[in-house]
């Protein structure tokens, strides 16, 4: 699979990148905000972004470009954060996330995360959606 990774944190962001790779996924690019995540999703084939809900760049949190990148190009997120998912609310639902992975996250919670997101896009294409 290859997975977008949004997250403003270098050293989250590595680390990321490692797990995926050890996972056999490969890395289409690695975005900082909304802006950098849809210029690189505009030229590089991607299955999936895993977004940090927190972002701090410029355009707009993890949300946000969650849903721009599902709008735009049909790139379903994967969400995660440090807090709690319920603070979010009604925002998440606009993003339509594929999963949700909390951080701090082990290779083996990324690999589960990764694995109930084709699970549910698996389900996704079957229903036409």
Sequence with gaps: MRVLIVEDEPAVSLLLQD????????V?????SLRTA??????????????????????GDGVDTASALRQRFGIPGLLMT??????LGDRVRV?????????????ADVERALAEALRRL????????
Aim: aromatic share 4%; charged share 25%.
């Design 122 to 129: 698996d389900e996704r294409r079957a229903r036409g959606v």
């Design 38 to 59: 849809v210029a690189i999703a505009a030229g590089a084939p991607t299955d999936l972004a895993i977004v940090d809900v927190g972002l701090a760049g410029d355009g």
């Design 82 to 87: 440090g807090d709690s998912f319920v603070h």
């Design 28 to 32: 289409s690019g690695v975005a900082p």
């Design 19 to 26: 797990m995926l790779r050890d996972l056999g996924h490969t």
């Design 95 to 107: 993003a339509e996330p594929v999963g949700f992975l909390q951080k701090p996250y082990t290779r």
